[in-house]
């Protein structure tokens, strides 16, 4: 989604308000003759305080005309029916009348909120992911509590280095399915995401066939789209890869996993990863220069045991009968 900048979207304002009152002027010719006198008017006040008036008036004359200026504007708008502040310029945030910005480098608080709304929509969570944080990971359906305890401390203290920028070891989060591997992994994103950083968070599937679809796309703008594509997989802040082991492991499948989580090596950028595959099974599904890139730099995290959701299923089940 691409929001407009403070500066585009005050000028369409802007913009809006000038055809809205060419229109009003064309329906109402009355309002506008109102309007023109009245600006005539104000320029001859400051050419009178130049001593270069040119209307046979006095200030206190011209300031009685405009006056009366007011008043029949007040009693015509009020006559058409037409909203009071119809003259105004309908700013969403008369705070920053959007620009964005309260002072030099100070951003209003409809950015900061514009800003964030972007970055969760961009992100890839879904509605129900963007609901799964730590405070909600419960630990009622694990018997090894202790040990989803740090588990969940280790990816806090994960999110909290990407977020301060501190050199940390990539997550591998692998395990049955139904485990809480997925909640985890929003967990991070959205801390990530309310700290003001970047996450993209996909299916590696998914990944592979948008990679896929505009890299053999014969159309310009796609082929431009797809180089933003790559290079915010390159450098966003936080990359969430979701699934690994579910892709159709062609060829080119193999290359372009290589050359993300290089580019992303290179540049000193973490990774999240879930999987169903355990660590050996990894080695042998990649190729080497594949699974040590993943394997070589991780923190691994298990998860064991029965399904999450089954556990729920079976609990809400016995609570009805």
Not at 126 to 136: I, L
Request: glycine fraction near 6%.
């Amino acid at each position: 989604m691409s929001l407009p900048s403070g500066g585009i979207k005050h000028r369409q304002k802007l913009t809006e308000w000038e055809n809205r009152i060419r229109l009003l002027h064309e329906k109402y010719p009355r309002l506008g003759e109102n309007s023109r006198l009245f600006a005539q008017y104000t320029l001859e006040q400051g050419l009178l305080m130049l001593g270069r008036g040119k209307l046979d008036l006095s200030g206190e004359e011209l300031l009685k005309k405009q006056d009366a200026l007011l008043f029949e504007k007040r009693r015509l708008i009020k006559e058409y029916n037409l909203p009071e502040n119809i003259y105004e310029v309908w700013w969403d945030c008369r705070q920053c009348r959007d620009t964005g910005y309260v002072g030099v480098g100070i951003k209003c608080s409809c950015l900061v909120q514009e800003e964030a709304k972007n970055r969760w929509f961009i992100s890839g969570l879904s509605p129900e992911q963007e609901r799964q944080t730590f405070q909600n990971f419960s630990l009622e359906w694990y018997d090894e509590k202790d040990r989803y305890r740090r588990h969940i401390e280790r990816c806090l203290a994960f999110a909290e280095d990407v977020i301060d920028g501190k050199p940390t070891e990539n997550l591998l989060i692998y395990g049955h399915v139904g485990t809480g591997k997925t909640h985890l992994c929003s967990a991070i994103a959205n801390y990530v995401l309310e700290a003001g950083e970047s996450v993209i968070y996909l299916k590696v599937s998914r990944l592979l066939d948008l990679i896929r679809e505009y890299k053999y796309s014969l159309d310009r703008d796609e082929q431009n789209l797809h180089n933003r594509f790559i290079e915010s997989l390159y450098h966003v802040k936080l990359l969430v890869m979701d699934d690994l082991g579910t892709e159709s492991l062609t060829d080119f499948a193999r290359e372009q996993l290589f050359l993300l989580l290089d580019e992303r090596l290179n540049n000193h950028l973490p990774w999240v990863i879930s999987s169903n595959l355990e660590p050996n099974e990894i080695g042998q599904y990649y190729q080497a220069r594949i699974s040590d890139r993943i394997m070589g730099t991780s923190q691994v995290l298990t998860f064991t045991g029965e399904s999450v959701r089954v556990r729920k299923k079976i609990k809400l089940s016995a609570k009805w009968e």
